[in-house]
């Protein structure tokens, strides 16, 4: 089978001819049409991240068949019993096991999910890692309503994105922050608000005229998060999925003790999550937004791509047939 294979940190993402995977007991083998990529493949290919194995097929979200049926892949394997966090065994596909930039892959049965009718296989690959850990922070662990007055964070990204279509379709009013007004733009033209650039040193001072907010979903850290928590309304939830900018610099506890703030974590899904988020995709039609499509071929100008961080919504890599 056709696959992309990388051999070492920082090494040639390689088209290569591969084996099929061998069957395995409790495994289904997945026929992939698409698969997108996350900012974890890049981290892994600048060996940035644990438990690295090497030579591997990279790939954590895909979308196929298997036989007939067109699916779905759930990357997040072993959560565990505890539905609020994930065991000592939580795995992602795509390292170390093998994933989905390849023709094939096997996953374990549990993982898949019948794909939604309305979604092309590049729409249906663009779901998985991102949107279960945007529907988390956003569902299970900041407890969307519609009364909520949401900020998202770095929108742009699969996650916020995610983020933003979720919280909208709760009925929530959604604003989103940027580094790049024309992405706060296109946010608009989806349905937020309106929007903040946070290279602006008076964001936050434009924020509170407009706010406070009652949830906020952040992937960033740094210190933006100290920033966000004085615009959070008192009794507020701030949620963080990640700290693409560090750790908080100017953290102080008094305001998150006096407005009495929740502040949460979150990462990835439980199965009951990934089950919740595609009948709640189902329901609402939600069709995610695909920022551009490249052949598995040219897998290496995606990594490029995703590198210089000017996407507007998931990079899809079309696995031919």
Known sequence: MKSIVLAEINGPLRSIEVEDPAPLDGHVLVNLRSAALNHRDVWIHQGQYARLQFPFIPGSDGAGFIGNDPVVINPGMNWGANPNVQSDAFDILGMPSNGTFAQKVLVPESQIHPMPDHLSFEEAAAIPLAGVTAFR?????????????????????????????????????????????????????????????????????????????????????????????????????????????????????????????????????????????????????????????????????????????????????????
């Open 137 to 321: 922070a956003v569902v299970t662990q900041g407890k969307i309503s519609s009364a909520d007055r949401v900020l998202i964070s770095g929108i742009g990204g699969g996650v916020a994105l995610w983020a933003m279509q979720f919280a909208l379709a709760a009925g929530a009013e959604v604003w989103v922050t940027s580094g790049n007004q024309t992405k706060i733009d296109r946010a608009v033209d989806l349905g937020v608000k309106g929007g903040f650039l946070y290279t602006d040193p008076e964001w936050t001072k434009t924020a509170r005229q407009i706010g406070p907010f009652d949830l906020v979903i952040d992937g960033a850290g740094g210190e933006g998060l100290a920033q966000i928590m004085k615009i959070a309304s008192p009794g507020g939830r701030i949620v963080c999925y990640g700290a693409t900018s560090g750790g908080v610099p100017t953290f102080s506890p008094h305001i998150l003790f006096w407005k009495q703030l929740r502040l949460l974590g979150s990462t990835m899904g439980s199965p009951d999550d990934f089950s919740s988020m595609m009948k709640f995709i189902c329901l609402h039609k939600i069709v995610p937004v695909v920022d551009r499509i490249f052949a598995l071929g040219a897998c290496a100008e995606a990594y490029t791509y995703m590198e210089e961080g000017k996407q507007f919504g998931k990079i899809v890599l079309q696995i031919p047939v």
